[in-house]
């Protein structure tokens, strides 16, 4: 939870000046070059090539019934650029993709149906912007960097006489989709992991790391709720409403995936309770903490401060030669029991009083 | 409330991996084997087999004009999959059945109705998940693992002259439903029997376990509430909208259940207020407490710290004979008696101080 | 506040287990008999009686235009099953009568409408379900025990010439449901007036059983509101949709209930709302108290530990013959005045100190 | 802030019993006499009469296009009675004027709009009832007192040749229920102006009197919300509801009526998020002085009480004479500053300690 | 975040008393004279005028295709109403423009769509208002003072060549209306790295003024939230709703603002769920503060004041040669190591008993 910290609910700090013009694709200076890959796939093979140059797009297009374009990283835009052209993408898609940090959203263009999703990782508040655009027999997905969550997807489709391979490009994108939302899963349950730790400590015996350990699950939950929440009206919407690339089968199994969307909210949701219930817990833990500290202050102070005054008393240095009435007990031949008699009256006086109060026990 | 500590909000893990083939069943290695348990039901017999084989399905469908079918625990899947078979089962629902965590849910299937539902215990914060399918003539219950609410259904059933023998599929599957819901109600009211404890306790001597024990309890309700609240869509589509499966009659009950879900609603967030009702009142009843102690030991200390002090004065070495400036009242006549009245008088104001404030009440 | 304290949220335990048939009517064992009275009205007079055999009913309903029915307690159910029967009223509207602890709801029978309240007692956090059913010329109401809100109403009736005698029974009814939902006023001004009280007790000069007042109406107003926001929905529709059994004119009047359902709601989130801020402006005025017994003891103990110790200093026995490093100023001719001057240096620049930061005004 | 103080939420006790007739108006006994004014207008000219007799209405109807007709108290009810009359008021709206602490609502019946809302004014939490009809020709008010917000309305009317004047009586109660919700401008920003000093306060040098002040502001921010979020729903409904009584141009002024409601509802709302973050901030400020106090007592209290300790270890009488081990230090020739060395060691020590801690900072 | 601090929810003191005629243009006295800049476009050239006068309106309308006339301050009004007149706009929005401090709303009159909206600024919690026409072939927006989010857009328009000096006035609105909303990022971001800042010394070593500046933020949050969230509404209408103004493609753009506002609310949200966090974990740290100085005060003084009284004992003057029982201990042999030893196990067996509970660690 260490690398996300800075910027952790912002994403990269926003490129395009306010008032820019739409479309402008505006790119980091140092960011590393992005990398083309691509999947070719009919029911009977597949091809992958792990770094294409942009204008071999088309040949591929034409060669295959389902193309997975893969964009990893934006570099200077171009691959970006010629994958608009290519494909026919929309200026503002293109805008969206380029300017990371999108909350999810889908958008239908004319020719391709553009959604834009985050996939979390456990251990980092901080999600990834994934977008994907899906046309007539190609899915384009663009990611930030290297590392995703589809390696299950890239092993079901090299594996022969799989489902995914025969269905359409829409399919694929429900595929790609599915881990996506699924992302979720072991993010928050490395947070849940975290949170049964916790509630351990802080119903046993809490220290005072409790307290920064919750804040920063709490923080990773906003930040996980404030990527997953706009996913609930993605998925609705793409299983609800007609896509004319979407068909009625695909619909079905989309609608799987807003469930999960919906269970992800859920356990979200009670995560962010739980910790405020943890938090709320861990402070009336430290109150009595504290009530007992003073408890063992005040007994001790208590007993002890009026019996030194007592000794103090018979420590003064009145001369009893000059006047009898100048402490004559220390001249008694019980003096010295007569004071102790005196200190264990008042000791026991005030145990008393604080065995009455209950603070003994 | 002990043994559902664990991943309590969660579930068990999930097995499939993000990205996964959906209808992918995946099952426990070491999970007890599955039992399958079947009634055959008509007006006038009844005929109950603890466990059979699933191909004996067929056979009982045809013989009978309602079969329950109770499959209990999910072994390694093969009765999941034979009845999914046989009954001709969605593969999206069986993948939904074997993923244990799932969100209370109603899926209408061509020739069936898929509703998941979760059971509650009473002191486990827990719940299981219980799905079912109707369809025509049949109801498929699948529960996690032995023992379930439904005792009081099958008594009803083994009745001679009962409307529920009588009527068809769909109100068998209400009154286990009805029975689902109704679990709900002993858990809560273990939880409402726990809070009028703590209540006396914190309205009366709390001692620190108390903050512990509203948090157990405020949990069991956030784990609760995550679980009923789906609930409430499902129950209102299934009480408002057309299934052709549910007759009207048997509509009307389900719209009853509704107003069970409702109500344990109502019940879960007036519990959920009322914990942290008494959580904020314990907290100034800690608050008090410390006031109390601080209160005793700082008229202890602003007493005698200051007698204390005069005692010590007296009680100075520097040597009279040296000069009639050395502490010339320990050789007053009445040294000893301006002493003790100096510091009575300190005391006594202190005293006055203080009952002024209105500390010594 | 006291009589209702257990099981307040819950009403009754629940006395149907789950999966018990819906229609089936258990019975308290030791509930008091039910008492059945009888009020017939027409335009030009009225009679009353007190306690009449379920038989009795068929004949009163032909006898007079408009019957209101009043079942007080439920007893063995006799009484309510004969009613059930003569009047013909739906197998699962009875399971709500005598399942105690239901929310206010509304449900249209065929020739019947069927309507659950729930009545508020002044210093009485729970409130006691009333079932009433309107039918043709008749109005049943079922209370759970003695003594209701509907004087006013008896009062209404037995005057002669009076507009509720010459209306039908909707207009009753209505009356009936008016004077329950106004039954609320009583008991929310019961708990402003102690709000008031408290109020001032907080921002004057709070005494520890604040909090646990504060909570008592907190629970108070959290069961109010249980209790009354389903009215909300009930007479939005019994005043907003038709009813074949509700003339226009009633549902005018139905309307101005539904206005007064919104104006308790209203009053109550707002007591609740303040009974939170009150909880915080205590909570602050605890620790505001806390600070300034700290304060004192903290001046006090400032001052005089660093004196006694100057004390304790001067009275070491070091022996100043032996060598002349040996406490010399015990010999010294201004000895005595110099420790005295260091102690009022030392008091005074801690004096001074604490009088900078503000602790001594 | 002051005489609003009792029974702020709640308006005048609700006279009517529960179970009262409907239309029932009762009046308190020893109410101030009702005071009627009206006010003809035309295009042309203007008449006021500053009492009238209620039979005189009549005539005024006549003689003038507008009749303003305002009420000024309810008396004992014989005015609002022949206003009924004469005007043709639905019972249930009469009903509605003579309970005072309604909240905000619009009815429309047959020949009349009744509009019933809320009068705020500044230092007072309470607000008034204005109820308002408004019918062919003529607008009636009522107001529970003497004094309104209608004044700059008035000077509108006596100048010639304004708008006002020209346009029928529903543009007059435009006029007039704008100015009503223009009340809460000033309620709010006397609210306002206090936060402003008590945030100032809260981030200086509090004083344990700003909770109290901060209730009370809440207090009031409480009332004014209960009273002027019905008023969303008024407006909303008058803005965008066809009523015959209502031209197409008016409307369009009463949804710039409907922007200010929204508007003081986002002033109340902020500002009350306002008060919970300042009484927040402020408990920190309270707990962070308590800290500062403790750590001077514990810096102080650490140092001198182990030094008082050696010194009285020093005090003891024990006899040297008697034994070699008893107490030799005290003869030795480096006693006295081996002690005095010995306190600054260990004085020394906890101060080292404790400036690590950064306690001295 | 200084010079916002006064009157910051609440805009500038309505000028218009309530009652006042609407329309009704009422003007700051010592406002500094309004400025009137134009530009006028066509997809070949650009000219800009930086100061006119109103009567030249007609003409650069006529001249050009698409006018942007932006008024910097309102002056004396005469401006605004020059061009009220000569662009024929509605009264109620003239007030609008005037009356500073309006939400964010949309109206659509006959011939023009006026658009109210606020702009934010970074260290600055306040936001202007700017009111923005689009008429058929013109804008016009009325800004408080000098100084706007304007700049990228004048680039834009003045470069050759660029869309949006080919796209019609409904274009260049929308232009506006994203700087407008893309202001409040950069206002957000400031918030976001002062909380980042705040965070890292709540979790590392707070001092007390953290409390202060989290309150800034909050207050700054809760500003812009009640700017913001008004632009919600807006955006979904000019998005979704068809406007004879705006054309389809320009529909799409606004859209991708609606996206935008719907991100900024969002970092809102979490940032004030953030800062409630934080000040939750701060109180915390405070408190664990306090316990960790109370238990070094508790340790020190629960050591050495019961010491400190043994050291009194053998301090007092009782006369050992009176009597035998008077301190013999004094005259032992192995009275002093006696005393050590007796002041170690006591001092000992505190410790032992600390180090049990867990405080010495």
Redesign the interface.
Known sequence: MSGGR??V??GP??RT??????GTLTFDADAPPAVLRVIGVSPERIREAPSIDVREIPRWLEEWPVVWIDLVGLGQGEELRGLGEHLGLHA?AL??VANL???A?V?SYESELFVVTRMAYPNDPATEQLSLFLGEGWVLTVQEREGD?????RA?LREDG???RSRGADYLAY?LL??VV??Y??A??TI?DHL?EL?EV??G?PD?QV??S??RN??AL??LR?SI??HRDVFQSLSRDLHPLIDEETR??LR?VY?HV??IN??V???R??TG???????????????E??????I???I??????I??????????S??P???P?????????F?LGLMLAVGGG?VLYMWRK??LK
């Not at 969550?149 to 997807?153: K, L, Q, R």
């Not at 500290?293 to 005040?298: G, I, Q, Y």
């Not at 103090?312 to 009893?320: E, I």
């Not at 007990?329 to 029991?337: A, D, F, H, K, S």
């Open positions: 800075k910027r609910f912002r700090r926003r000046a306010p008032g820019a013009a739409p503002l805008e969206d940090g999108q909350r959203k958008e969550c589809f390696d299950a997807v079901r799989r489902r995914i595929a599915d881990a699924d992302s899963f072991p928050i349950d849940g049964d509630e802080v119903l015996d005072p307290a920064q919750l804040h709490r923080r906003i930040s404030k929440v706009p079905l199994f799987d469930d919906l269970r859920d356990l949701d009670s995560f309770e739980l219930d943890l938090m709320a817990t861990y402070m009336t833990v430290v109150s009595n903490r504290m009530n500290v003073m408890k063992v202050l005040t001790i102070a208590t002890f401060i009026p019996l030194g005054f000794a103090g008393l018979y420590g003064m240095n009145f001369d009893p000059v006047s009435l100048n402490m007990e220390l001249g008694w031949r019980w003096g010295y029991p004071a005030f209950g603070w």
